[in-house]
Structures are given as C-alpha cells and as structure tokens.
C-alpha cells in the first residue's frame, strides 16, 4: 500500500513539473513573440516617415507607396497571440511589409535626390537598425518555438499540454518569394 501511495505521489510530481515546464516554455515563446512586435512597432512607425519622405521625389512609385500603406495598416492590428493561426498570420503579413519595404530601398536606389536626402539616408539607416534587431527577434522566437513544440509533441507533453490548453505554434518563416533566386538585371538599369 505504501508502495503505491509512493508511486502515485512521483506520478504527480513528474506531471506537476512537466507541466511547469510547458508552461514555461510557452511563457518564453510569447516572451520572444512580444520581442518580435516591439520590432514590428518601431519598423511600423518608420514607415510613414520613409514614405512621406519617398513620396516627394517617386511619382512612378504611387502604387508601392499605398500597398505599403495598406500592408503597415494590416500588420498593426492586433491579434490573439494565443492562436496560433492569427499568430502566423501576423507574421506572414510582417513579412510581407517587409518585401515590400526591401523593394522600396531598392527603388531608392533609382532616385539621386532621394537617395542623398539627408533625412531619407537617416531614416533608411534606422530601418536598417531596427531590421538587424527584428532578425534578431525572429531567431530568439524560433528558438523558443522549437522548445515549445518539442515539448508539446513528445509524450507525456502531449497529453498535460492538451489539458492545459498548450498548443503548437508557428515558426516565423519566409515565404516562397523571399526564398526565390535574385535577378540582380532586375535591379541593374
């Protein structure tokens, strides 16, 4: 009988701290996912400023400049950070404000006014800071995520994680666009 009450008293405590460990590491993944937004929020509010600034010299790029516009409008809406689709969501859209900022850096490049505009070279300096750290965010996330998901797949984790409502969630990825070959006549005019 003791022997039982022994066995069934580990049982609980392995589970306890299995449990706290999901936890944890679901804490740290929304930890890095908050890294990844403050990012996303200082990119967001250089945006305007780059695009006010573009707009006065790049009348053949209207349309860039609004699909930008509409982009930074989408991936500053809030989302559930618990749901793993509006998760990926949220970064799909990011990552697309950020091909869509890329390409308008490269169009700087067609613009001699533009691109030694005191104000624009600080500006896209900026930019470039808050890239750097949004990289760095990115990977931070993608690690947490990774120790997250191992956890959550891996039996015993699997069962405490779907009683504690522990799901799986999103590695921040490129899309297929961002993973195509570059042309460099594309940009050699």
Avoid: C
Avoid at 38 to 48: A, F, G, I
Avoid at 76 to 89: C, N
Wanted: aromatic share 6%; net charge neutral.
């Amino acid at each position: 009988m003791e022997g039982i009450l022994l066995g069934s008293g580990l049982v609980v405590i392995i589970a306890y701290l299995w449990y706290v460990s999901l936890i944890k590491k679901r804490n740290t993944g929304r930890e890095a996912l908050s890294g990844i937004d403050v990012q996303l929020k200082k990119r967001s509010n250089l945006v305007p400023n780059i695009l006010k600034i573009a707009q006065k010299y790049m009348d053949h790029e209207k349309s860039l400049l609004t699909e930008i516009t509409e982009l930074r409008t989408l991936a500053t809406k809030g989302y559930d950070s618990v749901d793993p689709a509006a998760v990926k969501t949220h970064l799909e859209v990011s990552e697309k404000l950020n091909q869509k900022m890329s390409q308008l850096m490269v169009s700087v490049e067609s613009y001699p006014e533009l691109k030694s505009d005191n104000t624009m070279l600080q500006a896209m300096q900026t930019y470039n800071e808050v890239e750097a750290q949004l990289s760095a965010a990115r990977r931070f996330y993608n690690a947490a995520v990774s120790e997250l998901n191992t956890a959550v797949e891996i039996f015993p984790g699997s069962i405490i994680a779907s009683i504690a409502n522990v799901k799986v969630m999103p590695f921040y990825e490129a899309d297929e666009a961002s993973k195509a070959p570059v042309n460099a006549t594309d940009y050699l005019r």
